[in-house]
């Protein structure tokens, strides 16, 4: 089966089962998330609370961890979370967004990758903070450095904490230390709508509910992310109308359009 295919063979999955998707997102992006989940198929939960995360694991099957709005109760709750996830083998993405723009971001970042996520999705200045090879501060949660610059710091960050990491860009770079997958869906104007990095996240954490192979199951689902954005781009007259254009796409992408339109290399 190639990339485009076993892509269309997830997402036909997730629209079947309708994988509940445990998502403990920072405060701008949760009605984006919520709705990009919904729309692929899968149901998106928004559980917070630090007295329930542990329990509400027990009937979910991935969790997304984002560190967007963060604080001290937020992040005691993602703790709690991703080690129950660790301890029932539930998939878990991190996205790491803003780290190496403060120390206690980064420093929180590194903590939640101790405990073991099944994928590291950030851009190219959050991978390289976090690789501790970044060259200077971070632009919060804007990339100040590309995702070919981080290549080496991806591989090195796969290597040593076990998860595989994509490096979101202009072209999508995702590694498991030793392999690579390149994806080329997506489009510059995504960019310019906040919480749709956040939303690709979470579509990760959907397509790992019905791939055991996180590699596949992230380049996947940054294809067909990326594919719905580029559809959407395409017909939209401005950033208001790409963000609920997007929804739409992937609701509506069919077999052809998956096949045809999803570049993984």
């Known amino acids: 089966m190639n990339h485009a295919a076993a892509s269309w063979a997830s997402l036909q999955a997730i629209r079947q089962g ?28 928004m559980v917070q609370a630090e007295e329930e995360v542990e329990d509400f694991l027990e009937i979910a099957q991935a969790l997304v961890v984002n560190i967007g709005t963060l ?34 971001r980064t420093r929180a970042a590194a903590a939640l990758i101790d405990l073991k996520p099944t994928v590291i999705r950030g851009n190219g200045s959050e991978i390289l903070a976090l690789a501790g090879a970044a060259s200077g501060p971070t632009r ?17 960050l796969a290597r040593s904490s076990g998860a595989v990491v994509a490096v979101t860009g202009e072209i999508d770079r995702i590694t498991d230390g030793e392999r690579w997958r390149e994806v080329g869906n997506g489009d510059w104007r995504m960019t310019r709508v906040t919480a749709l990095g956040c939303a690709a996240s ?64």
């Not at 405060?27 to 990009?36: G, R, S, T, W």
């Not at 919904?38 to 149901?43: Q, V």
């Not at 604080?71 to 967004?97: C, I, Y």
């Not at 919060?140 to 090195?156: C, N, P, T």
């Open 18 to 45: 309708a994988p509940l998707v445990h998502n403990i997102t920072n405060f701008v992006a949760m009605e984006v998330v919520a709705n990009c989940l919904l729309a692929l198929g899968a149901s998106p939960a």
């Open 71 to 104: 604080s001290s109760d937020q992040l005691a709750a993602m703790r709690r979370a991703a080690a129950r996830a660790a301890a029932l083998e539930r998939p878990w993405v991190l996205d790491p967004v803003g780290a190496g723009a403060t120390p206690w």
């Open 140 to 156: 919060g949660v804007d990339s100040s450095h590309g995702a070919d610059e981080a290549i080496d710091a991806a591989r090195q």
């Open 202 to 265: 979470a579509v990760i954490g959907a397509f790992l509910t019905v791939d055991p192979e996180p590699l596949r199951a992230a380049a996947g689902g940054l294809a067909v992310f990326g594919l719905a954005g580029e559809r959407a781009a395409a017909e939209s007259a401005g950033p208001g109308s790409l963000r609920w254009r997007i929804v739409d796409e992937l609701a509506s992408l069919d077999e052809a359009v998956v096949l045809e339109g999803a570049r993984i290399a």
